[in-house]
């Protein structure tokens, strides 16, 4: 903190200042690549600082008519160092302001982190931060990068055409009614409807063509445990996310002012041709 200290107030400068830079960017290489613990916060400072006071000092010999203040440059070089390696720019810039109290590098700090944040967007995966992870294997995902199910909601994309069965149906008729192949009846799963119109559970293709089941039985017969439900208003990604959690492929649509009138259904293909459809509209807009 004593180099950082210096090196802002334009004690350190020339070949001092050099030697320091190389000679810490050298220790601090050793150090990470070493496994061993240690802070990233002061030689990122330390480096930032030398090499903005560097830049500044051949910005001056080059151009002296522009008046640059070589402590300025070690301001925003030590605050863009540290924007560019953790991404994290109005951090860098608040540090170095409340570091220095000085209101006429607001600007030029802005700057130096906005420029270095972009840097290190386009040129590298991931930041300071984030790289062991990386190395890792895990996957950090980009601020940049949306959630496409995130933005879509579930009535944008359901099944209009829902075929129900009721409760209170034999078996052996819509086994029947399978095997003779009616619009319809190519689907993996039914949502089940009481007499008044109300849902009451979802059964399987599997369930109804199980040889095991009593000759007698009815659909209703078949459930197990209440309707894993979605409503209208929910996103794609809260669809996904309850599949999930229900372990089911399916989801019947219901409305929150009456969870057990039935507006529609969604599938795991719906999911999948909204995003097919996002991809085509990709490479046309590519």
Excluded: C
């Amino acid at each position: 903190y004593d180099n950082i200290r210096n090196i802002l107030s334009g004690d350190v400068l020339g070949t001092s200042l050099m030697v320091l830079v190389i000679l810490k960017a050298i220790s601090w290489v050793i150090a990470l690549g070493s496994g061993t613990s240690g802070g990233t916060l002061a030689p990122l400072f330390t480096l930032g600082g030398g090499l903005g006071a560097l830049l500044g000092v051949m910005a001056s010999a080059i151009a002296p008519a522009l008046g640059i203040d070589v402590r300025i440059a070690a301001l925003v070089g030590m605050a863009a160092m540290f924007a560019g390696a953790s991404r994290a720019v109005l951090t860098s810039v608040v540090f170095a302001f409340e570091a220095t109290r000085q209101p006429l590098g607001l600007l030029p700090l802005l700057g130096g982190g906005t420029a270095a944040y972009l840097v290190s967007l386009f040129m590298m995966r991931g930041t300071i931060m984030t790289e062991k992870l990386l190395r890792r294997g895990n996957r950090i995902p980009s601020e940049y990068e949306a959630d496409f199910l995130d933005q879509v909601l579930v009535r944008d994309v359901e099944s209009k055409r829902v075929v129900t069965l009721n409760a209170d149906d034999p078996v052996e008729e819509v086994r029947d009614w399978i095997a003779g192949r009616a619009p319809g009846s190519e689907h993996q799963g039914y949502p089940v409807v009481n007499a008044e119109g109300q849902l009451v559970g979802v059964v399987t293709r599997r369930d109804l063509l199980d040889v095991d089941l009593p000759i007698t039985s009815i659909v209703g017969d078949l459930i197990k445990r209440p309707p894993a439900v979605i409503f209208e208003d929910n996103t794609l990604r809260d669809a996904a996310d309850q599949m999930v959690r229900e372990n089911v492929g399916r989801l019947p649509i219901v409305s929150r002012e009456n969870p057990r009138k039935l507006l529609g259904l969604i599938t795991r293909s719906d999911i999948l041709g909204a995003h097919e459809r996002r991809m085509r509209m990709a490479s046309r807009g590519s």
